[in-house]
């Protein structure tokens, strides 16, 4: 099964500072038949004007990733970590029995990001920060690893969270062609270009619940950027 979320389909906000698009229902967006998907509870598609972001606000038992597409986010939090997360990186946070954070784009540039929520697999968890570069030349075989909180990832130098997830993302050259099993349950989202998966046509902006499909066929029609989260079977 894959069921296409066309990116003029998403949910929208407009805060002038801030231009997001909801693959699930979020803020005042509510779909009743976008609730989420597995552990999957939010994707954001957001567009922060440069020098803005969100101030100060708490969060709990919540796992929060972000993928940074263009520009930079910097963030800090009540028990004092701070960071600044560049284009083709990740960051998460734990939000466990409570945290309070706030995140700003470069004063330079636009920054493009995807947040991203999944359901821990514990509550109340010691809340944690931590955020990691990775390479951003295109890749060839397979999409690398940058998150997971699965076992069978120990070891592989990803981020971890505490949940039965993991992140995958990079860029795909045009004609590149590559096979990889994420699992019996993934979210497939298109940052950039046109691919085709399982010979399904996506492009920007487009996200793809994907179930019982075995190893994915994507092929990358133009240069592409594919962010892909394996989810809890």
């Known amino acids: 099964m894959i069921d296409i979320q066309r990116f003029h389909e ?4 407009d805060f002038g500072w801030l231009q997001a698009k909801h693959h699930f ?11 989420g998907f597995a552990n999957l509870r939010v994707v954001n598609d957001d567009r922060v004007a440069m020098g803005n972001g969100f101030d100060p606000h708490p969060h709990d038992n919540m796992e929060i990733i972000t993928y940074v597409r263009q520009g930079e986010i910097g963030h800090r939090d009540s028990l004092g970590n701070q960071g600044v997360t560049p284009a083709g990186s990740v960051q998460v946070m734990s939000a466990g ?4 954070h706030a995140e700003y784009a470069s004063q330079t540039e636009n920054t493009v990001l995807y947040q991203i929520w999944i359901l821990p697999r514990e509550r109340d968890v010691a809340p944690r920060w931590d955020m990691a570069e990775f390479p951003t030349q295109p890749v060839g075989d397979s999409l690398p690893l940058m998150v997971s909180g699965l076992p ?5 130098g990803a981020l971890m969270i505490h949940a039965d997830s993991a992140l995958f993302g990079g860029r795909l050259n045009a004609g590149t062609t590559l096979e990889q099993d994420f699992g019996n349950r993934a979210y497939l989202l298109v940052s950039q270009g046109d691919v085709t998966v399982q010979g399904q046509a996506m492009s920007a902006g487009d ?3 994907i179930a019982d499909e075995g190893a994915l066929r994507i092929e990358a029609q133009s240069d592409a950027e594919v962010v892909v989260i394996q989810l809890k079977a």
């Open 10 to 13: 998403l949910g929208k906000a």
């Open 25 to 35: 229902s979020f803020g005042r967006y509510f779909n009743p038949a976008r609730m």
């Open 97 to 100: 029995t409570g945290i309070t």
């Open 152 to 156: 069978e990832h120990a070891g592989r």
């Open 207 to 209: 996200g793809a619940a």
